[in-house]
């Protein structure tokens, strides 16, 4: 539970200074609307494009599930933001806790391109449910249940979502300080993605503080 408060807290913060204290009414300070359900359904269309599931091309590649993973992460900050709209941060733990060993039946191990529909079905669930036009708690229990299952299909357990969340709201902070909303922030770092910048960082000091990670990032910035 410590964990779920801290990443909950994080993303109440990085809302905060985003969007501004008003963002649980839908709109950010700019008067633009916040749909965290789009959200979340247009990153799940970004995370299955990671997977070699067109007919046309590629046929032979394999999954990147090292991106499948980071945007898994991406989801969680927008199914976090779509928790904390409707509850307080107590209720959405509890909601997460509840939700967070959920299984699946499908592990992607060795990818066969015939089990294609069926490994991708659990992501593509996730989107249907984020096209539900209701915002009962449970359709939010669905949403979580739906999502724990996702990640436990591509082996991203708790503790990994954890420290990559960590990492990747580190550097969601670090890009509204850049300029990202202006325009101006480089994200691409010497050839490299910032998020690829990111998880290197996470590898080589997986207990590295969120404040260290910070400092970090910001040293290689400043370097390009």
Excluded at 45 to 60: G, M, N
Excluded at 115 to 124: A, N, Q, R, S, T
Excluded at 145 to 164: G, I, P, Q, R, W
Excluded at 210 to 219: G, I, N
Aim: hydrophobic share 40%; proline share 1%.
């Amino acid at each position: 539970m410590e964990k779920i408060y801290e990443m909950l807290q994080l993303q109440n913060e990085l809302n905060n200074d985003t969007n501004g204290l008003q963002w649980r009414e839908g709109m950010t300070k700019n008067g633009k609307v916040i749909n965290w359900k789009r959200c979340i359904y247009m990153e799940s269309a970004e995370l299955i494009d990671s997977f070699p599931w067109k007919h046309w091309k590629s046929i032979d590649a394999q999954p990147d599930f090292a991106n499948i993973k980071i945007e898994l992460v991406d989801i969680w900050h927008f199914i976090m933001s779509y928790l904390l709209q409707y509850n307080d941060l107590t209720q959405a733990a509890k909601l997460i806790n509840n939700s967070k060993d959920s299984m699946s039946d499908i592990k992607i191990k060795v990818w066969d391109n015939a089990k294609v529909d069926e490994y991708l079905d659990i992501f593509e669930e996730l989107m249907a449910l984020a096209l539900v036009k209701n915002d009962s708690e449970a359709l939010q229990e669905s949403l979580l249940e739906t999502f724990f299952k996702a990640c436990d299909s591509v082996n991203l357990t708790f503790a990994e979502l954890y420290s990559l969340y960590i990492g990747k709201n580190a550097l969601n902070q670090f890009r509204q300080e850049h300029g990202y909303k202006e325009g101006t922030y480089k994200k691409i770092w010497n050839g490299k993605e910032d998020n690829v910048v990111m998880q290197e960082i996470l590898a080589a000091n997986p207990n590295i503080t969120y404040t260290k990670l910070k400092e970090e990032l910001a040293t290689m910035y400043e370097d390009l």
